[in-house]
């Protein structure tokens, strides 16, 4: 079967590339934000808004 272009070229782009380092993130993986938000809104069934359930009366 023929090949457009020689297979001796491939990957030439890639290895003239330089390498450059990730960047660092500065927010959660969304994988694990999407975990929280769960959690969040359906184990512990928090009302969307500002305002944090408030604490029991202490003995």
Known sequence: ????GS????GK?????PKI???E?????SRLRNKNNYSKRFEKRRAPGQRKP????RR
């Open 25 to 29: 993130r500065d927010s959660p993986i």
């Open 1 to 4: 079967m023929p090949t457009h």
């Open 7 to 10: 297979l001796t070229k491939a």
């Open 54 to 57: 408030e604490r029991g009366p």
């Open 21 to 23: 380092q990730g960047k």
């Open 13 to 17: 782009v890639r290895g003239q590339t």
